[in-house]
């Protein structure tokens, strides 16, 4: 038979496991419910990259507006976003490929923004050395195919038909390469100074065949941040070889999922 000191120890212990368990629910953020979408591309592209997903969230009823990044300097690239985000009329779900995800990580915290959509892409915290971050885990393929001419980059043929576009017809991934926008060295010397993910509801694809970011990593960003993820069988360009599957995240973003 249990004895009042029992009784009470274990009365003590259950309120103290409801107060962990109500407060572990409390932190994993609820989307508030959206209609605007907004979509930033990486490097080696341009806004039109999003254009299947775009179809699709169109389709649903969104509103969605991709982001012509300048890949310039992360500053200039973060305002191109900011005037995008300030147009929007309500909560706007932000969404990054690759290298924007340091756009979303800081611009994120605009307050129209509502959550944070990040695909096979860069999630960096609060003036962390990205680059450093990258060199904990085995450089993928693509790295070594990025080629300067004086401080404007691009990715060879090659690797970006190889390491890059690998999962898309090769007709398609070569018009692609024919249209990627350069971007410059300075670029990729930005810090954030802030960490949207950590106050705004957060989602991550990762790129299970991934040859431009390490899916290793990208799980390691994703697990940090406490996103819902989902792994997806593709290439760096999941959205455009997997469209469906990243609609489908971005709409439960929105609170609102179909």
């Given at each position: 038979?249990?004895?009042r000191?029992?009784?009470?120890?274990?009365?003590?212990?259950?309120?103290?496991?409801?107060?962990?368990?109500?407060?572990?629910?409390?932190?994993?953020?609820?989307p508030?419910?959206?209609?605007?979408?907004v979509?930033v591309?990486?490097?080696?592209?341009?806004?039109?990259?999003?254009?299947?997903?775009?179809?699709?969230?169109q389709?649903?009823?969104?509103?969605a507006?991709?982001?012509?990044?300048?890949?310039?300097?992360?500053?200039?690239?973060?305002?191109?976003?900011q005037?995008?985000?300030?147009?929007?009329?309500?909560?706007?779900?932000?969404?990054?490929?690759?290298?924007?995800?340091m756009?979303?990580?800081?611009?994120?915290?605009?307050?129209?923004?509502?959550?944070?959509?990040?695909?096979?892409?860069?999630?960096?915290?609060?003036?962390?050395?990205y680059?450093?971050?990258?060199?904990?885990?085995?450089t993928?393929?693509?790295?070594?195919?990025?080629?300067?001419?004086?401080?404007?980059?691009?990715?060879?043929?090659?690797?970006f038909?190889r390491?890059?576009?690998?999962?898309?017809?090769?007709?398609?991934?070569?018009?692609l390469?024919?249209?990627q926008?350069?971007?410059?060295?300075?670029?990729?010397?930005?810090?954030?100074?802030?960490?949207?993910?950590r106050?705004?509801?957060?989602?991550?694809?990762?790129?299970t065949?991934?040859?431009?970011?390490?899916?290793?990593?990208?799980?390691?960003?994703?697990?940090?941040?406490?996103?819902k993820?989902?792994?997806?069988?593709?290439?760096?360009?999941?959205?455009?070889?997997?469209?469906?599957?990243?609609t489908?995240?971005?709409?439960?973003?929105?609170?609102?999922?179909?």
């Open positions: 038979m249990m004895n000191r029992t009784f009470s120890a274990t009365l003590a212990a259950s309120a103290a496991a409801s107060l962990v368990a109500t407060r572990g629910l409390a932190a994993i953020p609820v508030t419910k959206a209609r605007n979408v979509l591309h990486g490097l080696f592209a341009d806004g039109s990259c999003w254009s299947e997903v775009i179809t699709r969230l389709a649903a009823g969104l509103n507006t991709s982001v012509q990044n300048p890949l310039t300097t992360l500053p200039e690239a973060v305002a191109s976003a005037r995008v985000l300030d147009r929007q009329d309500g909560p706007t779900v932000l969404v990054g490929h690759s290298f924007s995800g756009i979303v990580t800081e611009v994120g915290v605009h307050p129209n923004v509502s959550a944070l959509v990040y695909v096979a892409a860069r999630a960096p915290d609060a003036g962390e050395d680059t450093a971050l990258a060199k904990t885990f085995p993928p393929p693509a790295s070594a195919g990025i080629v300067f001419d004086g401080d404007e980059g691009r990715l060879s043929e090659t690797a038909l390491d890059f576009a690998g999962d898309l017809p090769k007709e398609k991934a070569r018009v390469y024919a249209t926008e350069p971007f410059q060295k300075a670029l990729l010397t930005g810090k954030t100074t802030h960490a949207a993910w106050s705004k509801p957060s989602f991550y694809a990762v790129s065949e991934d040859r431009t970011i390490n899916p290793d990593l990208e799980r390691f960003m994703a697990k940090r941040m406490g996103a993820t989902i792994e997806v069988k593709a290439s760096h360009l999941s959205l455009i070889s997997h469209p469906g599957e990243i489908k995240l971005i709409l439960e973003a929105t609170g609102q999922p179909r």
